[in-house]
């Protein structure tokens, strides 16, 4: 049965533009270059093997790399046990420091990849060490995707049983991890408190429901649930959960829900308020850190102006005494008023009782923005401010360095580079103190701030983290938080003179974030003691700890207040601002010992019937010599779809251990005629310098869109290969430089027409005599090679896929082909294209946009690939699927065709963004002709739109005309397409 709207070739294109994106989506979703586009082919890889394991890495980690190897080993058998399992198929360890970056991830092909050297997950892990943990986690999740595993092919089987994200992770945790603070008390506190329990991530509350799930039926419902199979002999998590524990999954988490309130509120109740602790008073951003300097008319705050903004903000906030006294001036005027006037209403004489309300003010300004460390130091003279940003460093790795901003001179320079630099702390007026961390060992460094080599305080070897780092009063001295080799975070001082180092605390759980009192005699920090951070003093002639707080919500030690003998301490971010607590550092609390009933405590003493192992292995397993990395001994599948459609297709993948070699092929069968069938042949590597790839497709590669208000459809069968590499020079991560060379053989098989036909479905061609606009497309033998350079500056934002507040770009591309080397066509083609976004208020919610598009064309291109402009509307969708549909020029309100070898095309908008649309006035312009020829009147339309979002379309609607029709006061023409925000 023909379709009624679109022919099958066209299906085939779309078919295969929703299989590639969710295929190469897929693909980067599992490759650690994800993250940044970088391959980093300065990596030599390696292999170490053990009984059940291959261990891959680079130079640099190899300590890390057999650490891991034998903690493999150590874990794997009580890994099995957990989930009733006696034996599982060879598993592959990728580890990697090319990224900073705290995560790692596992997949259904038994793999998993973990970025090593982590300095600050320390402070939530407790007394762990990351790779301990992270492994364990991990390879859980490898264990946990082979019990569920059944015989449909993976990944969509994992889609089809229905388990929720709460069990892949909560079970992760449940298995190997403890309760604290961080994983995940905290984020219960807060999303209780916000009532939006079904928001959090399933880390946090996939542990919890772990806990209530085994606590309140059994450690063995967990595996029963993992075991079922239905009739089909498919996993099914709904009713295989429903069949171990008598009630459905939807019933359990209400169940939790109401159990985790009444735990959490019950806990609360019993515990100070930050209004009982010190008064309460909120600094000038919505979210993030802050830092006063020394003198209170300055603060530095990390953090967001609006909801909206993806990225963070460095701001000074320098007091506004001008605003102040403007403001007790006015209010000195309304009461000098009120006091004259004769008859006066109750309200006016309570106003006149009243006292006047101080309110400090600020004046805000941004700095720098980007991903910074929550660390920031004041320079004794408040001239300077020290922070760590994330950045691109050596070899285009993403780390963190430290910068200094000047306030007078407005400028920023790096101070470190590539040295996974945080905790700034001015030590004198030009030196300061941070920590760096490499291959799991941390240490203290100085610097010069106008520049030089950092020298090392500390040499600590061993596996060691270091946070926080505070100078005493007389400077010689610093206070921090250590996690030595022993695994427990505690608060220590060294004595820069003579290198003396004295642990202060032992509590078991974390201490961090010292603050020395202006004495110098005493230390406050905050502690986990108790299970919530908290905040302690010690004093350090007399040994004595003293509780200063028991804060149920957690309060957090930050700095010591500007002229005053308090502190300033945060507190939980359940606000929408940034909500501070002045402590006084020798109150205590006034708290009974907590008192709930059992039934609602008892989840946390919950685990599973088989303990995780926590001691440290006790053997070395065999571990053979590392042998170079070689991608053809580790290949597996990776997707394997069939589908029985009218039109049959299927798609293949294989990768490597790694995933930086990607074998894939697509493939449908015509049933009218198998000769029309189609398949794409698909090798992509990020293992050989840049990421390139190179394919063959055969009737399954297509072009679509309109021609002469027809549809062209472009089937091109062939060879292409590509690479790419995009570089950026480390100020901003959103400044991206993107360089391109592709080389493309195809067949054009061109197909124009308005009808299908009602048998087959295929699209009816036109006769010749259709093309009296543009000309007759051309099928034949096209070669080229390309050269491209993209750019773009566009931090993120909500508002950048409606209407973007700010934002540069520059991409340019050259075509050179030449028959006598391959084809039917020699030309060359030269094109630009550049965008710029302007805010025209503060809000950003009025913007300027500006578009302008070059083309110029010497020799003979196929004739569909004409120069010009034309009537035909342009079709845009987000997201990567506009290289399957043509772009096409059209000034808004304007018909007609014009075509020559050369051309220009632009767009003004004045752009008002409201909510999720906006309204634009809009102006395009443009002309196109031929060397030699004459060069007709440019033309320039204006008009009025309306445009909204929907996902991956903005849709516009409005109505437009050349501006001398405006003058002439003509109709306009209406117009309704699909809009992007930005043209790439």
């Not at 023909?2 to 295929?23: E, R, T």
């Not at 592959?92 to 090319?98: K, M, R």
């Not at 089987?157 to 229905?162: D, K, N, Q």
């Not at 006047?356 to 003010?361: G, L, P, R, T």
């Amino acid at each position: 049965m023909a379709n009624p709207s679109y022919n099958k070739q066209l299906i085939q294109i779309m078919k295969k533009i929703f299989i590639l994106l969710s295929l190469f989506t897929a693909i980067n979703a599992q490759s650690t270059w994800m993250w940044s586009g970088r391959v980093h082919p300065e990596l030599k890889w390696q292999t170490i093997s053990t009984k059940h394991f291959n261990v891959h890495y680079h130079q640099g980690i190899e300590d890390i790399a057999k650490r891991g190897a034998i903690l493999a080993e150590h874990y794997r058998p009580t890994l099995l046990a957990q989930m009733d399992l006696d034996t599982i198929p060879r598993i592959d360890i990728v580890f990697t420091t090319e990224d900073e970056i705290m995560n790692g991830f596992a997949t259904w092909m038994y793999n998993t990849f973990i970025w090593v050297d982590q300095n600050d997950a320390s402070i939530w892990l407790e007394k762990d060490k990351w790779l301990e943990q992270v492994l364990a986690h991990e390879l859980q999740h490898i264990v946990l995707l082979h019990k569920t595993k059944s015989w449909f092919p993976d990944p969509l089987g994992r889609l089809f049983s229905g388990m929720p994200g709460w069990v892949v992770e909560g079970t992760a945790e449940y298995e190997t991890e403890s309760w604290r603070p961080y994983r995940a008390d905290l984020s219960h506190k807060y999303h209780v408190l916000k009532n939006n329990m079904g928001s959090m991530d399933p880390h946090h509350d996939g542990f919890s429901k772990m806990l209530y799930w085994a606590d309140r039926f059994g450690d063995s419902t967990i595996t029963q649930t993992l075991a079922y199979r239905n009739d089909l002999k498919l996993f099914s998590f709904g009713k295989g959960f429903k069949k171990s524990t008598g009630i459905s999954v939807s019933q359990f988490n209400e169940d939790w829900r109401r159990h985790m309130n009444t735990y959490y509120y019950g806990y609360r109740s019993q515990k100070e308020t930050y209004k009982e602790i010190g008064d309460v008073f909120t600094v000038p951003i919505k979210r993030g850190a802050f830092l006063f300097h020394s003198d209170s008319s300055q603060i530095a705050l990390l953090g967001r102006y609006d909801k909206d903004q993806l990225d963070i903000s460095l701001i000074i906030a320098a007091r506004d005494t001008t605003k102040e006294r403007e403001r007790f001036e006015g209010w000195e005027k309304r009461m000098e008023k009120l006091k004259k006037k004769e008859k006066k209403t109750k309200k006016d004489s309570i106003a006149l009782e009243k006292a006047f309300k101080e309110k400090v003010m600020w004046k805000k300004d941004e700095v720098d923005f980007g991903q910074f460390h929550a660390s920031m130091s004041w320079s004794e003279n408040g001239k300077k401010v020290a922070y760590s940003k994330y950045h691109y460093g050596k070899n285009q790795s993403m780390v963190y360095d430290i910068k200094v901003y000047d306030t007078e001179t407005k400028k920023h320079r790096w101070l470190t580079r590539s040295l996974r630099a945080t905790y700034p702390v001015w030590l004198d007026s030009i030196t300061i103190v941070f920590v760096a961390h490499q291959n799991n060992v941390s240490n203290l460094y100085k610097i010069n701030s106008n520049g030089g080599e950092p020298k090392p305080i500390t040499n600590f070897e061993d596996n060691t983290q270091i946070v926080a780092p505070s100078l005493s009063p007389d400077g010689g001295s610093l206070a921090f938080a250590m996690n030595p080799k022993n695994g427990n975070m505690d608060i220590y001082t060294l004595n820069l003179q003579s290198k003396k180092l004295e642990r202060q605390t032992t509590d078991a759980m974390a201490d961090i974030n010292p603050i020395w009192h202006p004495n110098g005699e005493l230390i406050s920090y905050t502690s986990n003691a108790n299970g919530v951070p908290n905040i302690y003093t010690k004093n350090l002639r007399t040994g004595n700890i003293i509780a200063n707080t028991d804060a149920g919500d957690g309060i957090w030690g930050r700095q010591w207040a500007p002229k005053d003998s308090l502190l300033i301490a945060s507190s939980l971010d359940d606000v929408d601002s940034v909500r501070l607590v002045k402590v006084d550092p020798f109150r205590t609390p006034n708290t009974e010992p907590l008192s709930l009933r059992e039934n609602y405590t008892s989840w946390l003493d919950a685990g599973p019937d088989v303990s995780f192992v926590n001691e440290k292995p006790d053997s070395i397993p065999e571990i053979s010599d590392p042998v170079k990395y070689n991608f053809t001994k580790h290949m597996r599948p990776f997707i394997a779809l069939a589908l029985p459609l009218p039109a049959p297709f299927g798609l293949f993948s294989w990768t490597d251990a790694m995933n930086r070699h990607i074998f894939t092929t697509i493939g449908y069968i015509n049933t009218s005629n198998v000769k029309d069938s189609g398949y794409l042949l698909d090798y992509t590597t990020a293992g050989f310098g840049p990421l390139w790839s190179v394919a063959y497709a055969h009737n399954i590669n297509g072009l679509y869109r309109r021609y002469q208000k027809a549809h062209f459809i472009d089937n091109q069968n062939g060879l292409s290969f590509s690479l790419q590499s995009p570089k950026n020079f480390g100020e901003s991560l959103v400044a991206d430089h993107r360089f391109s060379v592709s080389a493309t053989f195809i067949k054009n098989n061109v197909t124009v027409g308005k009808k299908t036909d009602e048998k087959t479905g295929d699209l009816i061609p036109v006769d010749a005599s259709f093309f009296d606009e543009l000309p007759m497309p051309e099928s034949g033998k096209n070669g080229f090679i390309s050269f491209g350079y993209n750019w773009t500056n566009r931090r993120p934002h909500k508002s950048n896929t409606i209407s973007p507040k700010q934002g540069l770009g520059l991409d340019a591309r050259t075509d050179f082909a030449n028959k006598s080397l391959f084809g039917d066509f020699s030309y060359t083609r030269f094109q630009t294209d550049m965008f710029a976004n302007i805010s025209l208020n503060k809000s950003g919610t009025q913007t300027l946009y500006a578009r302008l598009k070059t083309m110029s064309v010497t020799g003979k291109p196929p004739a569909q690939d004409y120069v010009g402009l034309t009537e035909d509307a342009p079709m845009y969708i987000e997201y990567g699927a506009n290289i399957f549909i043509r772009e096409l020029y059209n000034p808004r309100g304007w018909t007609g065709y014009r075509l020559g070898e050369k051309m220009f095309f632009g767009s003004v908008e004045l752009r008002q963004l409201m909510g999720s649309f906006s309204i634009n006035l809009i102006s395009d312009f443009g002309n196109a002709w031929s060397s030699g020829g004459e060069k007709e009147k440019m033309i320039v339309t204006a008009g009025y739109e309306l445009r909204f979002g929907l996902g991956p379309i903005s849709l516009s609607g409005g109505e437009a005309q050349l501006i001398d029709d405006w003058k002439a006061d003509k109709k306009p023409l209406r117009y309704l397409r699909l809009m992007l925000a930005n043209p790439f």
